[in-house]
C-alpha cells in the first residue's frame, strides 16, 4: 500500500507539475474570432479551434471579441473557455483589433466565428510565421471553396478582381485578398497602424504588410458553408465598393498620378499637333476648337499630379502610409523656391503673350481679327497664366503640408 501510495503520489506531483508548466508556458499562437449575435456557431468554432491547438501541440488562447452580441454569444464562449473581450467600437476591425490587442501570444491566427473556416489548417500558418513570415493569408481558390460557401458575384467577380487590382496597385502577392482566416505576428501588425474599423480591416492588412515590405506568404485553406441560419453581415455591393474605395485612396498612383500623366501626354501631344495650324486626319479637320481642349488636358493632368502629390505626403505624415525615399529625394528639387521660380516664369510668359496679343489688336485699331491666329497666341498666354498660378499656390500648400514632416 505504501508503495502504491508513493506512485500515486509521484504521478499525481508529475501531472501538477505539467499543469503548472503549460500554464507558465508563453502563449504561441492566440486564435481571435470577432463577434456579433453568433450563438449558433461561436462555441462549435471555439472547440474546433482548441483541438487544433491541442493536436497540433502549439501553446495558446481563444479569443472572441464580441461587438455587443444580445443573444447569449458572450456566455456561450465563456463557457466554453474562450477569454472574451468586450469591444464597444462597432464595426467588423473594431471588433478584430480590440481583439488582437488583447491578444498574449507571439502569433495571431483571426477567423470569422460563423464555422466557415476550418481551424485544422491552423498549423499551416503557424509554420510559415515560424519560419519568418510577417502575414500568412489563407487563400480558398487554392484550398477549395464548398457549394454554396460563396455567393457567385464573390467568388467570380468580387473577389478575383479585388485581388487583381490589389496585386496591380500595390505589387502584393496574394491571390485571396479577402479571406477572412490569416495569421501573423503581433508586433508586425501593431507596426501597420491599421485605421480601418469596417470590412476595409482586411484589406489595409495586406497593404500595409506590402508597402512595409514585410514577408507575405500564403497557405491553402477551405471555405465551407456559413453555419448560421440568418443572413451574413457581409453586403455585396456596399462592401465591395467600401474595399475598392479603399484600395483606391491608398494609392495614389493609380487614382491621381497615371491618369494625370496620360491626360498631360494627351493634351502636349495636341499642342504640338495644333499650335501650328490646322489639321487633317483622314478627312477630318483639326483646328483650334481641338488645341482648347488639348490646353485644358494639361491644366487636368496637372492638377491630377499635384492631387497625388498631396495625397502621398499627408498620407505618410498622417502615418497611414510607409516612407517613400522617391518622394524625399524629389524634395530636394522640388522646394518652394522652385515652384514660386517656375510659377512665376510662366506667369510673365502669360503676360507677355497677352500684351503681344492685345497689340495685334490695337494694329487692327481694335476691330475685327483673324481669329484662329489670335486664339493661337491667346490661348497659350492664358494656359500660362493658369499654370502659373496653379503652380505657385500649389508649392505653397505642399510647403504647409511638409511642416510637420520637417519638424
Known amino acids: ?93 473594431s471588433a478584430l483589433k480590440g481583439g488582437i490587442l488583447a491578444a498574449r501570444g507571439k502569433y495571431v491566427l483571426m477567423a470569422d466565428s460563423d464555422d466557415s473556416y476550418d481551424f485544422s489548417h491552423a498549423p499551416r500558418f503557424v509554420q510559415q510565421l515560424r519560419t519568418g513570415s510577417d502575414l500568412v493569408m489563407g487563400n480558398r481558390f487554392q484550398g477549395g471553396i464548398k ?24 505589387g502584393s502577392p496574394c491571390g485571396d485578398f479577402h479571406c477572412g482566416m490569416r495569421g501573423f505576428r503581433r508586433d ?10 469596417g470590412m476595409e480591416f482586411a484589406s489595409e492588412m495586406v497593404v500595409k504588410a506590402t508597402l512595409m515590405r514585410m514577408k507575405v ?29 479603399f484600395l483606391l485612396m491608398y494609392s495614389p498612383r493609380w487614382l491621381f498620378l497615371y491618369p494625370g500623366i496620360l491626360l498631360m501626354l494627351a493634351g502636349l501631344a495636341g499642342c504640338v499637333l495644333l499650335l501650328p495650324g490646322r489639321r487633317v486626319f483622314h478627312g477630318i479637320g483639326l483646328d483650334v476648337h481641338t488645341l482648347l481642349y488639348a490646353f485644358v488636358a494639361i491644366l487636368l493632368g496637372f492638377q491630377l499630379i499635384a492631387f497625388a502629390t498631396f495625397t502621398k505626403v499627408f498620407a505618410i505624415t498622417e502615418g497611414l502610409l510607409p516612407e ?11 522646394t518652394l523656391e522652385t515652384g ?21 489688336w490695337a494694329k487692327q485699331s481694335f476691330g475685327a481679327l483673324d481669329i484662329e491666329r489670335t486664339l493661337r497666341i491667346v490661348m497659350p498666354s492664358v ?18 503640408l511638409g511642416l510637420r514632416r520637417r519638424q
Open 1 to 93: 500500500m505504501s508503495v502504491n501510495h508513493e506512485i500515486y503520489s509521484s504521478k499525481g506531483l508529475d501531472s501538477t507539475l505539467d499543469a503548472l508548466a503549460a500554464a507558465a508556458q508563453p502563449i504561441e499562437l492566440s486564435v481571435v474570432m470577432p463577434c456579433l449575435n453568433e450563438r449558433e456557431t461561436v462555441g462549435v468554432c471555439i472547440r474546433k479551434a482548441m483541438v487544433a491547438l491541442k493536436d497540433a501541440g502549439i501553446p495558446g488562447e481563444v479569443i472572441v471579441a464580441d461587438n455587443g452580441s444580445t443573444d447569449g454569444s458572450v456566455e456561450l464562449a465563456q463557457a466554453e473557455g474562450a477569454r472574451v473581450v468586450n469591444i464597444e467600437q462597432k464595426g467588423y476591425g
Open 147 to 170: 457549394d454554396k460557401a460563396m455567393p457567385f458575384l464573390h467568388r467570380y467577380l468580387g473577389n478575383p478582381v479585388l485581388s487583381g487590382i490589389g496585386r496591380l496597385f500595390f
Open 188 to 197: 508586425s501588425f501593431l507596426q501597420m497602424d491599421i485605421r480601418s474599423t
Open 217 to 245: 506568404s500564403e497557405v491553402p485553406t477551405t471555405l465551407n458553408p456559413d453555419g448560421r441560419n440568418r443572413p451574413p453581415h457581409l453586403r455585396t455591393w456596399r462592401d465591395g465598393w467600401r474595399h475598392l474605395r
Open 324 to 334: 517613400d525615399p522617391r518622394l524625399n529625394r524629389m524634395f530636394r528639387w522640388v
Open 340 to 360: 514660386l521660380l517656375v510659377g512665376g516664369l510662366l506667369m510673365l510668359l502669360g503676360v507677355g503673350g497677352s500684351i503681344f496679343a492685345v497689340s495685334g
Open 383 to 400: 494656359f500660362a497664366l493658369t499654370m502659373g498660378v496653379q503652380i505657385t499656390f500649389s508649392s505653397f500648400f505642399l510647403s504647409i
